[in-house]
């Protein structure tokens, strides 16, 4: 190589935004408490950015959920994709001041106010609709609806990509009403080993919380996510017979989310007899393309699509270019 140009390789690996670090486990820990500006710090807002608010005073996220309004979002990428066997968790504090019948007042039915993971390519499409129940794939969400009549509540909603959800019967769900003025701390944890997801919801006031636990039916597929967010959905879309509608203000504070570790991991690269080579820990049920560009506007595939087992695994570019060359692993999950 000393007869060779000087080579100018760099090796880059796509962005995690935000702050996390990793747990023995090597699970990612992604943690907000709102004591500085959380759009400082990877969250973003999708949609009508006024339904958000960071309160700088008492740090928090004041919100409110206006179905009224377009699907709006105020979230932060996970780092990963999460899928049926990955286990993950969030857990948040919630505090409503108040919730009822939204501004359509023709829609006199309950709807929801959510948090929890999507995936976000998909809930920001505008054919996303959440009122159908059949129009909005790939969800992993603690749903609360209003009392209209039959009782306040508390709801783990798990949805699959082809937007069908999962449902067990009555106990998937706890007729549960939230006080205004309380704040409750919710736990909502999915298990892969006996695929069951759990929720639990406690509060200063009670020695004990309400716990759900709701495994996934026979006829559940898989889901995609990539994303946690506090949810406001719009009540478009929904059967006029059985519509609803939702207005609710209050505060969202402590969150954490436990999400597996990220595709790539203590990825490495260097030149050895001509050949630049890429080593990286690999995660299972992905799939990996070494992918190389000169001006980082286009990207060329270098390997085939690599299935990994995981753990270590090497991926390389035979004929690097003379000049300078730019290097990034595309991971998938199929």
Same mark, same amino acid.
């Given at each position: 190589m000393k007869d060779q +140009?000087?080579?100018?390789? !760099?090796?880059?690996t796509l962005a995690l935004a935000g702050a996390s670090f990793l747990t023995a486990r090597c699970d990612t820990v992604i943690t907000e408490n709102f004591s500085a500006n959380p759009l400082q710090n990877g969250w973003k807002v999708f949609g009508n950015t006024n339904l958000f608010q960071w309160d700088s005073t008492n740090q &928090?996220? !004041?919100v409110t959920w206006d179905s009224s309004q377009p699907n709006s979002y105020f979230y932060h990428p996970v780092g990963t994709i999460l899928a049926r066997d990955d286990d993950f968790s969030m857990a948040f504090d919630l505090r409503l001041t108040d919730i009822g019948i939204g501004f359509n007042t023709n829609l006199t039915e309950s709807f929801?106010?959510?948090l929890g993971f999507l995936n976000l390519d998909e809930a920001t499409q505008t054919n996303f609709l959440r009122g $159908? &129940? *059949?129009d909005s794939p790939d969800l992993a969400e603690f749903a609360y609806f209003w009392d209209a009549g039959y009782g306040a509540t508390?709801? +783990? *909603?798990?949805?699959?990509t082809n937007s069908d959800f999962n449902w067990n019967g009555s106990t998937d769900y706890a007729i549960f009403a939230l006080t205004n003025g309380q704040t409750y701390h919710i736990v909502m944890a999915y298990t892969s080993s006996n695929q069951t997801v759990t929720a639990t919801l406690t509060n200063s006031q009670q020695t004990s919380g309400v716990l759900i636990t709701q495994p996934l039916d026979a006829t559940f597929g898989d889901f995609r996510l990539d994303t946690f967010s506090v949810n406001s959905y719009s009540d478009a879309g929904q059967d006029p017979a059985y519509?609803?509608?939702?207005?609710a203000h209050g505060v969202v504070d402590n969150i954490v989310l436990v999400v597996p570790p990220p595709p790539v991991q203590n990825? $490495?690269?260097s030149l050895s007899n001509g050949v630049w080579q890429v080593q990286f820990n690999a995660r299972a049920a992905w799939s990996y393309t070494l992918q190389r560009s000169t001006d980082f506007q286009s990207w060329t595939d270098l390997s085939p699509v690599t299935s990994a087992a995981g753990g270590p695994l090497s991926l390389s570019d035979p004929l690097p270019p003379t000049a300078k060359a730019f290097y990034r692993i595309r991971a998938n999950r199929p």
């Open positions: +140009p000087m080579l100018k390789l !760099r090796l880059l &928090d996220l !004041r929801s106010i959510a $159908t &129940d *059949s508390a709801w +783990p *909603s798990l949805a699959d519509a609803g509608s939702v207005l990825l $490495t690269g």
